[in-house]
């Protein structure tokens, strides 16, 4: 509830810098922007309270809709095309599965690593240049807008939120990823996998990452080498700033939600007032930083109340 009422501050405050932060055309702007951090969101959120984190994201998001335009390119019909994308997404996730799960590595250094290596092979395979779509009917996934006025990036964002939060809140799958966060021998006496529960949480989050990549490829009519490099970043502050734990084991996809509009309220906002952009950046890390520290004081609440039923 809080977040709720700081966002609505940050709102109010950009809107009395500028009024035209409220404008029709702002707003589908911020509901474009909310596409991509939310659908690759949606993904860093599952795998965060499962207890992994996957750093290479926006790597994998910036790749995968690279094949994508390659393969829109030779004449392949948009569906398929996306469908081998998706594909191509998984397999990333897999591979950082393998590195955490199979060689043990920190997911945190595995998929930095990874980040490194997917970027570089975007860069090479596309000469850094963005890669032109031609396949119209790929374009509508990006440019169409619901009644005229909701684009449909932001509908396929508020969708997926919406079905992963049923999942996380009404399935067994769900209710282990969140045990797998928090307790690792307890799901192993329940009779179920951490290392599986966490590999499908990165080819989840792999294949979401090749989603919002593409989809925002088809918004622009090209893919980018770079367009969604600090995905993972926004995805992680996103959930974070939703009460979502860095330690894994807690949180929710509605505060997801809240933490999304939060962060694209306040990004657009420094754009809005015309702050300058290495500012902007100084910002936006600075917000991380806050969304961290609440993160912290948050899990020291929650061991000590634990502490104190225990001596109670």
Same mark, same amino acid.
């Given at each position: 509830?809080?977040?709720?009422?700081?966002?609505?501050?940050?709102?109010?405050?950009?809107?009395?810098?500028?009024?035209?932060?409220?404008?029709?055309?702002?707003?589908?702007?911020?509901?474009?922007?909310?596409?991509?951090?939310?659908? %690759?969101?949606?993904?860093?959120?599952?795998?965060?309270?499962?207890?992994?984190?996957?750093?290479?994201?926006?790597?994998?998001?910036?790749?995968?809709?690279?094949?994508?335009?390659?393969?829109?390119?030779?004449?392949?019909?948009?569906?398929?095309?996306?469908?081998?994308?998706?594909?191509?997404?998984?397999?990333?996730?897999?591979?950082?599965?393998?590195?955490?799960?199979?060689?043990?590595?920190?997911?945190?250094?595995?998929?930095?690593?990874?980040?490194?290596?997917?970027?570089?092979?975007?860069?090479?395979?596309?000469?850094?240049?963005?890669?032109?779509?031609?396949?119209?009917?790929?374009?509508?996934?990006?440019?169409?807008?619901?009644?005229?006025?909701?684009?449909?990036?932001?509908?396929?964002?508020? +969708? =997926?939120?919406?079905?992963?939060?049923?999942?996380?809140?009404?399935?067994?799958?769900?209710?282990?990823? =969140?045990? +797998?966060?928090?307790?690792?021998?307890?799901?192993?006496?329940?009779?179920?996998?951490?290392?599986?529960?966490?590999?499908?949480?990165?080819?989840? +989050?792999?294949?979401?990452?090749?989603?919002?990549?593409?989809?925002?490829?088809?918004?622009?009519?090209?893919?980018?080498?770079?367009?969604?490099?600090?995905?993972?970043?926004?995805?992680?502050?996103?959930?974070? %700033?939703?009460?979502?734990?860095?330690?894994?084991?807690?949180?929710?996809?509605?505060? %997801?939600?809240?933490?999304?509009?939060?962060?694209?309220?306040?990004?657009?906002?420094?754009?809005?007032?015309?702050?300058?952009?290495?500012?902007?950046?100084?910002?936006?890390?600075?917000?991380?930083?806050?969304?961290? +520290?609440?993160?912290?004081?948050?899990?020291?609440?929650?061991?000590?109340?634990?502490?104190?039923?225990?001596?109670?």
């Amino acid at each position: 509830m809080i977040l709720v009422y700081v966002t609505l501050a940050v709102i109010v405050f950009f809107y009395i810098m500028n009024p035209s932060y409220i404008g029709r055309d702002n707003i589908r702007g911020m509901m474009n922007s909310m596409s991509v951090s939310g659908t %690759l969101g949606v993904g860093m959120a599952f795998l965060l309270m499962g207890g992994g984190v996957d750093l290479a994201a926006g790597a994998v998001g910036c790749f995968g809709a690279i094949v994508v335009a390659f393969l829109l390119n030779t004449g392949m019909p948009w569906p398929v095309a996306m469908l081998l994308g998706l594909v191509f997404g998984i397999a990333a996730g897999a591979i950082n599965a393998f590195l955490v799960n199979g060689l043990n590595f920190m997911g945190f250094i595995a998929t930095i690593a990874m980040s490194s290596v997917f970027n570089g092979f975007a860069l090479v395979i596309s000469n850094n240049q963005n890669i032109p779509i031609s396949n119209q009917k790929f374009w509508a996934i990006g440019s169409y807008a619901l009644f005229g006025v909701i684009p449909m990036p932001f509908v396929i964002a508020v +969708c =997926l939120i919406i079905i992963y939060g049923l999942i996380l809140a009404k399935t067994r799958f769900g209710r282990s990823i =969140l045990m +797998c966060g928090g307790n690792m021998n307890a799901v192993r006496l329940a009779g179920l996998s951490p290392k599986k529960i966490t590999s499908i949480l990165y080819m989840n +989050c792999g294949m979401l990452s090749t989603l919002a990549g593409s989809v925002l490829a088809a918004r622009m009519h090209n893919a980018s080498p770079t367009a969604v490099a600090t995905g993972a970043m926004d995805a992680i502050t996103a959930s974070v %700033l939703g009460g979502i734990s860095f330690m894994g084991g807690g949180g929710n996809i509605s505060g %997801l939600f809240i933490g999304l509009i939060m962060l694209t309220a306040f990004n657009n906002g420094l754009v809005v007032i015309n702050l300058q952009a290495y500012w902007q950046i100084v910002a936006q890390g600075g917000l991380l930083i806050v969304a961290l +520290c609440v993160d912290y004081f948050n899990e020291r609440a929650k061991v000590s109340a634990l502490k104190g039923r225990a001596e109670g």
